[in-house]
């Protein structure tokens, strides 16, 4: 079952490494595979920009799936990091699989919390691998509600603990197709967070599932551009209302089809057929001199 129709894509931002770690990938996770790779221009004749000579010919993105969920690794330079505040639950059968796949995971990465029995979990491990992606690996619980395999997890740290809630209900409604999972407050202060806070939510939007948490004021890290999440668009007036929704209100826009919501994630306003355009003539050189995509002008 291929999700090739999936509208909100993470990309996953890579130093250099891309090509190594989505190779990593398919071979550590079940149901994982390649499905397309793109490369940068081969000179400034067919648009490379300045700044992008080193990668010349070299892989831009690659597509890939686990366990039929979608990613895109993005291969650049030193800019971003990934880091915790996005990271993804990855629902195994059982304890076996956790242990095995945490063992691979945790190769030259950094565990975070080790694979064990947790208030909500019978089996649960946390863990940012060699390539700073994180992975939240938990027992499938058949008895609870039905969730994919995969789901984008995001932390609210800093100054942004305490607003997932807000931002759950924020995502809802600018995205029409949207629905709400669950709700579950923390009823007492503890180390992590106040009361009142988000101890675990989770939502759909354009069918694909994330979670929300308020993660304290204690982490060194917040969201940044090392994961986006990517919005698939049907056309120009899609692009201008997911543009005009998400930068409002605090929001920033930045080049290329990148901006950041007032919550501080970022995202990737493009059209469905974007790889299409990028294979028109100059396509780089518009695309770098655009904040939001405009099509006609490709």
């Known amino acids: ?9 993470p990309n996953l931002w890579y130093n250099g490494n891309a090509k190594e770690a989505v190779d990593f990938y398919v071979s550590v996770f079940p149901d994982a595979k390649v499905i397309a790779t793109s490369y940068y221009p081969k000179s ?86 060699k390539y700073n992606v994180s992975w939240q690996l938990i027992l499938n619980n058949p008895t609870g509600d039905w969730r994919p395999k995969v789901i984008p997890s995001l932390l609210f740290t800093q100054d942004k603990n305490g607003k997932a809630e807000a931002a759950v209900t924020f995502y809802t409604f600018v995205f029409k197709n949207a629905k709400n999972g669950l709700l579950v407050r923390r009823t007492e202060d503890d180390p992590v967070a106040k009361a009142g806070t988000l101890m675990f939510g989770d939502f759909a939007i354009e069918n694909t599932w994330i979670a929300a ?5 204690g982490h060194e890290f917040t969201f940044n551009e090392g994961v986006s999440l990517l919005i698939a668009c ?31 994630v970022s995202w990737q306003v493009a059209p469905a057929n974007m790889e299409e355009l990028m294979k028109k003539p100059d396509a780089f050189k518009i695309m770098m001199q655009q904040k939001k995509i405009i099509i006609a002008e490709y």
């Open 1 to 9: 079952m291929e999700n090739s129709m999936q509208k909100i894509v």
């Open 44 to 129: 400034k004749e067919e648009g490379l920009a300045d700044f992008q000579l080193n990668m010349a010919g070299r892989v831009l993105s690659i597509d890939f799936e686990i366990m039929w969920f979608r990613f895109v690794a993005i291969n650049a330079g030193p800019e971003f990091t990934p880091n915790p505040s996005i990271s993804f639950f990855i629902t195994l059968d059982s304890k076996e699989e956790i242990d095995a796949l945490w063992g691979k995971l945790s190769g030259g990465g950094n565990p975070l919390m080790t694979p064990g029995k947790y208030p909500f979990s019978e089996y649960y491990g946390w863990v940012q691998d």
């Open 213 to 217: 948490i308020d993660g304290g004021q």
């Open 234 to 264: 049907k056309g120009q007036d899609e692009i201008d209302y997911y543009w005009e929704k998400l930068t409002e209100d605090g929001g920033e826009e930045s080049i290329c089809g990148w901006l950041k919501d007032k919550y501080g």
